[in-house]
C-alpha cells in the first residue's frame, strides 16, 4: 500500500499492516473429513481423511453427494475466544484424473445452492491437480465462527473425477 500526499492514513496503514499479520503469522490448523458428518461437525482437527468432490461432466458436479461438506457450524472455534475464520490453504492430496480443475468454496448461513446463487463461492484453478505442499492459497471473506458454514464442489473435464484434498483453517479475535 503506497502512502502519498492526500493517500492513506497512518491509521489506515497501521489497520492493514495489522489484518495482514494477523492472517499471515496466525496459527494454521489443518482440517480433515469428520468420521461422521450427520450433523454440524463436518471436519476433525488433524484429520487424516480427506475431504472428497466429485465433477460433473465438464461442470461442477451436481448429483448427490458430489459436493464435501468442509466446516460446519460446529466445527469453529477450534481456539476458545476466537469469533472468525477462513481457510488459509487446501492441499490436494490425489485425483482420479491429472487434468485441469476448479475447486469451488461455497460459504454463507443459508443452504449451499442458495449461498452459491448470491455468489457466496470462491474459485481456486488447479493445473493437472498438483499436489502436496505448500498448498494453494484460498482467498475468503472472514467468516463467523459458529455460524458460517463452507461447502466445496468440483468441476473437471471428466464426468465423476474426483478430486481429495485438505484445508489449513485460520481462526481470528476479531
Known sequence: ???TI???SLKQVRDFQTKHDEH??????WQGKSGNQSGDDWATEAGL???RVISGDGDFGSDANDEAKVLGIDDTPTISGNTEYDIRRVMISASS???DWILRFIYGTAVMNQ?????QYTDIMLTSAKKGIPGDDVRLPRLVCGVDKIWA???NASNNATLD???GLHEYLG
Open 1 to 3: 500500500m503506497p502512502i
Open 6 to 8: 492526500g493517500g492513506p
Open 24 to 29: 499471515f503469522h496466525s496459527r494454521e490448523r
Open 49 to 51: 481423511t480427506v475431504f
Open 97 to 99: 484424473n491429472a487434468t
Open 115 to 119: 449461498n452459491e446463487t448470491d455468489g
Open 153 to 155: 464442489k468440483g468441476k
Open 165 to 167: 484434498f485438505f484445508i
